[in-house]
Structure formats: C-alpha cells, structure tokens
C-alpha cells in the first residue's frame, strides 16, 4: 500500500512539525510529508521544513484580498500533490469551509487542553488560570468550528501547585510529541473511524 501522503499547516515554533518530521525520518512512521503550509513567513517552522527537506507553501494572509483567496491556493496546491491526510499542527487562523468542506474526515488538529475544556487561544494559560489539577492534549477531527470537532485521542497531564504556564508548556509539548505522531500512524494504518461524533479506533 503506498504511503499516506500529509500536509502540516503550523503557524510558529514548529515543535509538532518537527515530531512529525522526525518519527518519519527514524522508520517510526510511514508516511510522506508532501507539504508545509505556513501563514508567517518568518516563523521557525519554516526553516524547520527547509532542514528537513519538506517543500513549503509560505503565505502573508494581507497579500489576499479574502481568507478564501488564499485557501484556495492552498486546496489547489494540496490536491495537487494528492495530500490524503492535513495535519494541523499549532496552525493559528481560522478555516473557512473552502478548506474544512473540501478535507472534512480528512483533516486533524492537535490542541493543548482535554477538549472541549479551554478552547482557543492561550489553552495552557486558560487551564493554569482555571486552577483544573489535569489539562493536556487532544487531537481531533476538524469541523467548522473551533476545536469542536470528533475527538480521536487524548493524553492528560496533571498540573502542580506551583505551575506556571511556563512551567507546564514543556511536559504538555512532551504529551504532543507522542500523540500526534501515534494518531497519524492509526489513520495511516487504516484503524480510525468517524461515526457523528464518536470515533472508534479498533
Ligand atoms: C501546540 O501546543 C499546539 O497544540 C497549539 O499550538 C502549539 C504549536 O506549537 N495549537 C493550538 O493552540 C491550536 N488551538 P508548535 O508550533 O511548536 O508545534
């Protein structure tokens, strides 16, 4: 069976990119990464993506007229290089249904919380501030809204008393690091199945 052929969409550091690039490169997941899509030129995914290889489809969201003028550069260009699986990977901008109708099913994302606690913005902060003794992370199936879609796995991580924001990021970027790669294996092995809202993975 021929590999599964993904796209990573991330917006900044590129830590999840790199996981994903990494488990590829060491045997540990057979998959192709045809494309990284970035809407921040200067961000650090992006030389992420050159050291390893990965074309990239590198944008400024203020040279389009419209959200949808770019994402239908970026659907032209995903559709092209036949991507099977979009991961979103820290990727911060709103989809509109030019991207989520034409990749529904076939589009995850990876939020740093227990969905549906603290979505949106700052999630780690949310969580310490709310003062919950477990946070941690999900990946799920993207749907119109925000980090609303099925819930495919999740991995918690217990808050300390002391925490910061600071000082949980790096155990919830660990929790990350194993979850996504571990996910897009299940969905590249053929084991995940959406059914509403429920997923199954047998
Ligand atoms: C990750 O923690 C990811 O879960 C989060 O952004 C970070 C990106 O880090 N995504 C969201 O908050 C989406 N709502 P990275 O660029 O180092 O992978």
Same mark, same amino acid.
């Given at each position: 069976?021929?590999?599964?052929?993904?796209?990573?969409?991330a917006?900044?550091?590129?830590?999840n990119?790199?996981?994903?690039?990494?488990?590829?490169?060491? %045997? *540990?997941?057979?998959?192709?990464?045809?494309? +990284?899509?970035c809407?921040? #030129?200067?961000?650090?995914?992006?030389e992420? $993506?050159?050291?390893?290889?990965?074309?990239?489809?590198v944008?400024?969201?203020?040279?389009?007229?419209?959200?949808?003028?770019?994402?239908?550069?970026i659907?032209q260009?995903?559709?092209?290089?036949?991507?099977?699986?979009?991961?979103?990977?820290?990727?911060?901008?709103?989809?509109?249904?030019?991207?989520?109708?034409?990749?529904? %099913? *076939?589009?995850i994302?990876?939020?740093?919380? +227990?969905?549906?606690?603290f #979505?949106?913005?700052?999630?780690?902060?949310? $969580?310490?501030?709310?003062?919950?003794?477990?946070t941690?992370?999900?990946?799920?199936?993207?749907d119109g809204?925000?980090?609303?879609?099925?819930?495919?796995?999740?991995?918690?991580?217990?808050?300390?008393?002391d925490?910061?924001?600071?000082?949980?990021?790096?155990?919830?970027?660990?929790?990350?690091?194993?979850l996504?790669?571990?996910?897009?294996?299940?969905?590249?092995?053929?084991?995940?199945?959406?059914?509403?809202r429920?997923?199954?993975?047998?």
């Amino acid at each position: 069976m021929a590999a599964l052929r993904i796209a990573v969409f991330a917006s900044g550091q590129g830590t999840n990119f790199q996981a994903i690039a990494d488990s590829v490169r060491e %045997g *540990k997941l057979d998959v192709t990464v045809e494309l +990284l899509v970035c809407d921040k #030129p200067s961000a650090p995914v992006v030389e992420r $993506a050159a050291k390893a290889g990965v074309d990239a489809f590198v944008f400024n969201p203020k040279d389009y007229p419209s959200r949808e003028a770019y994402e239908e550069l970026i659907v032209q260009e995903l559709r092209k290089r036949q991507v099977d699986l979009v991961v979103l990977a820290g990727y911060m901008r709103i989809l509109t249904p030019v991207i989520v109708e034409s990749y529904f %099913g *076939k589009m995850i994302n990876i939020h740093p919380s +227990l969905l549906p606690a603290f #979505p949106g913005m700052h999630a780690i902060r949310q $969580a310490v501030e709310y003062g919950v003794k477990t946070t941690g992370v999900t990946v799920h199936y993207v749907d119109g809204g925000l980090d609303s879609g099925p819930i495919i796995a999740q991995t918690s991580v217990e808050i300390m008393e002391d925490d910061t924001e600071q000082s949980l990021t790096p155990r919830i970027q660990a929790a990350e690091k194993e979850l996504l790669p571990s996910v897009i294996r299940l969905i590249a092995a053929g084991a995940v199945t959406i059914n509403g809202r429920k997923v199954s993975i047998r």
